[in-house]
């Protein structure tokens, strides 16, 4: 297969403009004829709905949650970049498109990244307008921070909650374009399958998750909005519900799955603490800005603390290793998310984690609270502070900036991180690869469109902070609502979708012979279980370090995994009733073999870069061997149960030159 | 810990509820939605029907979650949502009642789950600011004084997850509708449309069927978000001016 990335001509900065003067258009009494299906209402699935409704298409929008504000974009913390470069410390549209394909260690297409940075300023802006109640200055102006991989503060943020309060923003704006009548919503409504008329997306199967029952929807084109796949790790930061089945049934209805080994782990999550563990929970990366990582130096502190005779504040300054700050010493505790990680595992393989487990390090705020401390009393003119005061103002500013995510670890984790350092762990938070799409966000599938997470289209082998939101929105409000007409102009006399066509029929019926099987294995494993199973082998052997071996060794286990999954899983009652389990049961099952293709993938690329670290390719140092020559492409996966089939798209650069990254 | 549960059943919107009550051994770092999973493996092990709940991020931050603990919504901790309840709040032996939120705008999917979207249609009848995207100008054109965005940022931190509404005698719905009118008044973007918003959005709260306030501020105890009744104030006064004007 020939994969044409469809990047438009010329210079990088103009592309994005020269492709919106000349993309064909729909007229406005054609869009009132033409149908969009979107699934998906977090960032992306709902500016996407909202924009294209706005523009006149009748759009037709699904969620399996009970209400679109909950998609799991809801959850992000820290905040969103743009080049807005208000902080003017030399901040622009160049450096934050170099930022993130170097971040990325030059695994991502840069038309598409050149773009996202291009629109992201537009995005500041729209959400402004809609009321998104971002952090200010005292002069009303709007506040920035900075995150890991880079050094300039271009991070918008709404406390530790911008992801809700994005996402609100542009659930209000579909909510408006529901009650004008240009988009129908459908909540608790959960896409099965993807139909094809003609090699066209056309519809989609739809389980109504309280009735269940299976509807059919037409439309001329069909959008997935739907997330991303760390939960085929079990444990992740990912809601509980997020799953890949949308883009996997996609998959395996010919579209391709690009880099699915690009997962990423990030550095700052509450370490886990026992065995019925639901969920890991992070904690904003935006914390590195003010805290310091660190283990003891020396091993009988190291076992003083876990058998708990003595606290971390007893182990005195010289006695630590802030091991960030010494690996990397421009970049610190700043370092990017993969950096970081790999250095806590570090650490932490050297037997100097800091908890029972041994799994775990210290994040610690003394420092800042000091600092902040004193600049507190300074500003308020008091002489000479004491300790105590000094404390309490510093304590009152780290409170402001990270009040919630304070109160979220002391609800956790029953200690409070303003007396005592946080423990952290990496864990898997987010996935880089995705939907296989090209310049218009469309797949190899005609008429199918991928936006936010579930593509793999802007973050290469490794997401920067804060770079998640803007890609979302980038997407939903200011890339789809363009090149959706380079499919759609084509499609103006193409009449409404006849929803009872044998195509429907056919795909309506493998969606029904599934759940019948399902629910009439009855055997002895919860679908819980099996999925932990699952989480565990994904981990161990393609978690933060992989290698060859374990890697062969995992795409056995979890083979034997899936015939354990269809042998032996019990899903309780029926199909047509509200079946949590049998929801459960439908999106673990594509796990299963979205678990197996990850593999596939790690073990064809035989190179470190990003989030993807194999042992085999290390240098002297331990950091990792990025191998331009060889695999300088995007794989792009088809599913085939016995052989996967690899597509590779070449990656070009052209604006910036490939180095070895460092953060030294 | 050794813990009897009394959890609400009920099949289908339709049938008629009750109570049925378990066993569980829970330890204390789990959370109450973790000790609800054991629950519930331990049920599909004997081939029993699990309890459905509404859950998603276990971070008190989706609103989907959403029990009441002995007589409690989300449970006896302050400023917490169910999710982010940990069984050290409790003790070996205790008795826990859990039942799902209740109001007639809510009805019961099954067990612990209702149907809040009474909710999604309060906000399309207003909750937004009617800005096409692409019509924005420069996101700092308009300075907004820092305390005015934070106390607008206070009332948007609502999850909408209803606890206000299972909280209060009447079912009102009032916290939840006060909390985005007033995060939307409070800044200048929302001006335009100040006047209709309130009266639309208090005029689909009626007709969705929840209460009257009666002041007796449940709701703001119950908020796992701590929502100020001070708000349901601001609304009032806003929809009386916005009512007045208008006619
Ligand atoms: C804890 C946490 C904190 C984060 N913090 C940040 C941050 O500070 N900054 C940042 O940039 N990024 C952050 N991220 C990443 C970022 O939040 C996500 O990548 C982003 O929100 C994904 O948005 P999305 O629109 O692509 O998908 P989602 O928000 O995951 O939405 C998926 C939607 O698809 C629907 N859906 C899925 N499958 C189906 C189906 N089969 N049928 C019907 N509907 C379906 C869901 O109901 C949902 O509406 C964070 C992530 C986590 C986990
Ligand atoms: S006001 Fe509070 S209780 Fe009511 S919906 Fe919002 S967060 Fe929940
Ligand atoms: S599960 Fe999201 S708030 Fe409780």
Known sequence: ?664 | MKLTLKVWRQADPQAKGRFETFSVNANEHMSFLEMFDVLNEELLAEKKEPIAFDHDCREGICGACSMVINGQAHGPLGGTTTCQLHMRHFKDGDIIVVEPFRASAFPVIKDLVVDRSSFDRIIQAGGFISVNTGQAPDGNAIPVERDKAGAAFDAAACIGCGACVAACPNASAMLFTAAKVSHLALLPQGQIERKTRVKNMVNQMDIEGFGKCSNTYACEAECPKEISVDYIARMNREYFAAVIAGE
């Open chain 1, 1 to 664: 297969m020939e994969l044409d990335s469809k990047i438009p001509p010329g210079p990088i900065a103009e592309k994005w403009t020269r492709f919106r003067s000349t993309v064909p258009l729909v007229a406005p009494q054609n869009k009132r004829r033409l149908e969009v299906i979107v699934v998906g209402t977090g960032l992306a699935g709902a500016s996407a709905a909202a924009s294209l409704g706005e523009l006149g298409y009748h759009v037709k929008c699904f969620t399996f949650h009970d209400s679109p504000r909950r998609a799991h974009s809801i959850a992000a913390q820290g905040g969103i970049n743009a080049a807005k470069n208000y902080a003017n410390d030399g901040d622009s549209i160049f450096r934050l498109f170099y930022d993130t394909i170097k971040g990325g260690d030059y695994r991502a297409r840069e038309a598409n990244v050149h773009r996202m940075a291009e629109v992201s300023v537009n995005i500041i802006d729209q959400c402004v307008a809609q009321g998104v109640p971002f952090a200010r200055e005292y002069g009303g102006l709007l506040e920035n921070r900075s995150f890991g991989g880079v050094q300039v503060s271009r991070t918008f943020y709404a406390r530790g909650q911008t992801g809700q309060q994005l996402l609100l923003g542009a659930y209000s704006a579909l909510s408006r374009q529901i009650s004008l009548g240009s988009v129908k919503m459908y909540n608790r409504h959960e896409m099965m399958d993807l139909v094809l008329v003609d090699g066209k997306a056309r519809g989609i199967i739809v389980r109504n998750l309280v009735t269940g029952k299976l509807e059919r929807f037409g439309a001329h084109a069909v959008i997935l909005a739907t997330g991303g796949y760390g939960n085929v790790y079990y444990l992740s930061t990912n809601a509980m519900g997020s799953n890949v089945s949308a883009a996997w049934k996609a998959v395996k209805r010919g579209a391709l799955m690009a880099n699915p080994c690009f997962t990423q782990i990030h550095p700052t999550c509450i370490p886990v603490s026992g065995d019925y563990q639901s969920k890991l929970t992070l904690m904003s990366e935006s914390l590195r800005n003010d805290g310091r990582v660190w283990v003891p130096k020396k091993m009988e502190d190291v076992h003083a603390i876990r058998e708990k005779k003595k606290k971390a504040t007893d182990i005195p300054e010289e006695d630590r290793d802030y091991y960030l700050e010494r690996m990397y010493p421009s970049f610190g505790n700043l370092v990017p998310r993969d950096v970081a990680s790999r250095a806590a595992k570090k650490v932490c393989d050297e037997g100097r984690g800091v908890n029972a487990t041994g799994l775990a390090v210290y994040l610690d705020f003394a420092s800042a609270i000091e600092r902040f401390g004193k600049s507190q009393a300074n500003v308020k003119g008091i002489q000479n502070p004491d300790a105590a005061t000094i404390r309490k103002l510093g304590e009152a500013v780290i409170s402001e900036k990270y009040g919630n995510l304070f109160e979220m670890y002391e609800k956790i984790v029953g200690e409070d991180p303003y007396k005592t350092p946080m423990m952290i762990y990496p864990a898997i938070h987010y996935t880089m690869g995705g939907l296989w799409v090209d310049y218009n966000l469309e797949t190899n599938i005609p008429g199918l469109f991928a936006l936010g997470e579930c593509n793999f289209s802007d973050h290469g082998a490794n997401r920067l902070g804060a770079s998640a939101l803007m890609q979302g929105l980038a997407d939903g409000y200011f890339v789809i609502p363009y090149t959706i007409g380079t499919f759609l102009s084509k499609e103006i006399r193409t009449p409404a979708t006849d929803t009872a066509s044998p195509e429907f029929d056919k795909v309506e019926k493998d969606v029904r012979d599934r759940i019948d099987h399902l629910l009439s294995v009855q055997g002895k494993q919860s679908v819980e279980s099996l999925h932990r199973q699952l989480g565990k082998i994904m981990w161990d052997h393609c978690g933060m370090a992989r290698n060859r071996e374990g890697l062969e060794q995992a795409r056995i286990q979890i083979r034997q995994l899936r015939d354990t999954f269809w042998k032996e899983v019990y899903v309780p009652g029926k199909a047509l009733e509200f079946n949590p389990e049998l929801d459960k049961a439908n999106r673990v099952a594509d796990f299963m073999e979205l678990g197996e293709m990850l593999v596939v993938d790690a073990l064809d690329r035989n190179e470190s870069c990003g989030g993807h670290f194999r042992e085999e390719y290390q240098d002297s140092e331990g950091e990792a061997l990025r191998r331009d020559d060889l695999y300088a492409y995007v794989s792009a996966w088809a599913w085939n149960d016995s052989n996967m089939e690899l597509t590779k798209e070449a990656l070009k650069f052209e604006n910036v030159e490939l180095k070895s990254r460092s953060y030294k």
